[in-house]
């Protein structure tokens, strides 16, 4: 078993960046594929980004590539997310997800471990 717990979200102006950040604790927490995903109000959970557990390879929403960049620090057990050009549309609480041995899929229910969220906020 893993826990998860994020951290960096705030108050960013529309074009500003923020820096997520996802510690993991726990037997084998390094060979956790992990992901990302955000939940705006009265919406469904949706699929930003996420790597797999060698940190090979990293998988993209459309609405995020090019802005968002995922990557880990095994030795530190900790998974980022760098949010460039932040946008108003991006306002969401976002949560950190793990699967052991994954390959760093889209789908929310392949991940079975999930971290408490971190509110992100983007002033137009």
């Known amino acids: 078993q893993v826990q998860l717990v994020e951290s960096g979200g705030g108050l960013v102006q529309a074009g500003g960046s923020l820096r997520l950040s996802c510690a993991a604790s726990?037997?084998?927490?390094?060979?956790?594929?992990m992901a990302w995903f955000l939940q705006a109000p009265g919406k469904e959970r949706e699929f930003v980004a996420a790597?797999?557990?060698?940190?090979?390879?990293?998988y993209y929403a459309d609405s995020t590539e090019g802005r968002f960049t995922c990557s880990r620090d095994n030795a530190k057990n900790t998974v980022f997310l760098q949010m460039n050009s932040l946008r108003p549309e991006d306002t969401a609480v976002y949560y950190c997800?793990?699967?052991?041995w994954g390959l760093g899929s889209r789908r929310i229910n392949e991940y079975d471990y999930w971290g408490q969220g971190t509110q992100v906020t983007v002033s137009s």
């Open positions: 997800a793990g699967d052991l």
């Open positions: 726990g037997r084998d927490s390094s060979r956790y594929a």
């Open positions: 790597i797999t557990w060698t940190g090979r390879s990293t």
